[in-house]
Structure formats: structure tokens, C-alpha cells
């Protein structure tokens, strides 16, 4: 079974390349969020939100694109 994809939604990219240092992962190892259009084709990613996510002015429209690729 492959592993989930891992989303992340995050202010900017510079946050979530931060993210990626700290955790260890490589940016190629997960997704930027970098438009709502990121989750077409994705079941069931699994989100990470960090840094300044809920400042994004797309938030509303990548809250629902996560709803309708979770169904």
C-alpha cells in the first residue's frame, strides 16, 4: 500500500521549505499547497498547515477543494 500523499498548506513557500528542514523531509517528498488546484486527483492527503497558513487569501478555496478530494 503506497504511503498518502502529504499536503502542505502553508503561507508561503519559504515556510514550508522551513518545514522541510526541520523535519528532515526533501521538498520533492511532499506537496506545496501553492493553489486550491493542488488537490485535484489527491484522495485523502494527509494535511500538514504551518507557519502563516490561515493568512493565505486562498484559504477558503483550499478548505474546499480538501472536502470535495476527502470524499
Do not use: N
Request: with cysteine; charged share 15%.
Amino acid at each position: 500500500m503506497a504511503a498518502l500523499p502529504i499536503v502542505l498548506i502553508a503561507g508561503t513557500t519559504a515556510e514550508a521549505h522551513q518545514y522541510c528542514r526541520k523535519t528532515g523531509f526533501q521538498p520533492r517528498d511532499v506537496i506545496y499547497a501553492s493553489s486550491p488546484a493542488t488537490f485535484h486527483g489527491l484522495r485523502r492527503p494527509a494535511v500538514v498547515r504551518v507557519g502563516s497558513w490561515q493568512q493565505r487569501p486562498d484559504l477558503a478555496d483550499i478548505e474546499a477543494a480538501l472536502t470535495v478530494g476527502s470524499a
